[in-house]
């Protein structure tokens, strides 16, 4: 391995140079002693320069042997740029076999890179046996595998998921639960803010809107009437329809504690009275044609 990473230093030339003034070869080396900061400032500049390969290799060097990995930091640019190049299955692999070794710590690992690549389908795997357990990291400041499952599902939008786990955590973890009791009361402040838009967003339906659709409705009528009808027909459309319209819309207006309608609705109103003055009119000279003087 040493010597493949060798072999990349001559051939992308100088990638790596701090401020310290190490070389490109001295860092090199460096990430081979174990130092993973090393390893991934080198793999970020030969990926930067296109080099995915050279930097796979870094990555896989530094995440699979260092003898102390710290906090697999080096295995995060590993699994992320193997997503990118469609080949995480394959470089995930080691450290799935950690885990089914009962390394609990890569466990809760892999976990969270899943969250971080939002396959919330790949992260419950891990974490839910690790919440279950009562696992607690390494880490006094992580707050610990359920919550970080429940904000994965809150990220997802399933949240009655992420409500069921932040309670868990809350009811089965007092102390470093606390973090899970937070977000669950947040969660139920969102939840109950969206019911009372969604209510708002429905209309309270108003008797006196039955009014107005009849009065459309009848106008509609009236129209088929004045083609279809004959002298009966007429007969209603001079003297019935005014009648009923003009009761209806006198109604509509008058209705006690009605509600305030837009412009539009003032409009159809307007309409259906003109449309039923204007058929009476006609509908009398049908009915009563003036006489013509000899």
């Known amino acids: 391995m040493g010597v493949c990473l060798m072999v990349s230093a001559v051939e992308s030339g100088p990638v790596f140079a701090d401020q310290n003034g190490v070389s490109d070869d001295q860092a090199r080396q460096e990430c081979f002693k174990g130092k993973t900061i090393y390893c991934i400032a080198l793999g970020i500049k030969e990926e930067k320069s296109g080099f995915n390969e050279r930097a796979l290799e870094l990555y896989r060097f530094a995440c699979k042997n260092h003898p102390t990995p710290g906090h697999l930091r080096a295995c995060t640019p590993l699994l992320n740029l193997a997503g990118n190049m469609n080949r995480l299955d394959e470089e995930v692999e080691p450290l799935r076999a950690r885990c089914r070794k009962g390394d609990k710590v890569t466990c809760f690992y892999l976990g969270k890179e899943y969250l971080k690549m939002a396959r919330i389908e790949g992260a419950d ?22 919550f970080h499952l429940a904000k994965g ?13 932040y309670r868990f955590d809350c009811d089965h973890h007092s102390e ?4 899970s009791c937070t977000a669950l009361k947040e969660l139920e402040k969102m939840a109950q803010v969206h019911r009372e838009l969604a209510q708002k967003g429905i209309q309270k339906f108003e008797p006196v809107e039955t009014v107005l659709f009849l009065m459309v409705f009848m106008s509609c009528l009236h129209i088929w009437v004045w083609f279809k009808g004959r002298k009966g027909g007429l007969l209603y459309l001079a003297w019935g329809a005014p009648v009923l319209v003009w009761g209806g819309a006198l109604t509509w207006v008058y209705w006690p504690d009605k509600p305030e309608f837009p412009l539009s609705q003032w409009v159809v109103i307007y309409f259906a009275l003109l449309l039923v003055s204007g058929m009476a009119v006609f509908a009398f000279r049908e009915l009563y044609p003036p006489k013509v003087s000899s």
């Open 176 to 179: 470093n639960g606390r973090p």
């Open 153 to 165: 599902y809150e990220h997802s939008g399933q949240w009655n998921r992420a409500r069921e786990w």
């Open 125 to 146: 795997r891990y974490l839910e046996n690790l919440c279950k357990e009562g696992f607690r990291p390494p880490d006094p400041h992580d707050y610990g595998p359920c």
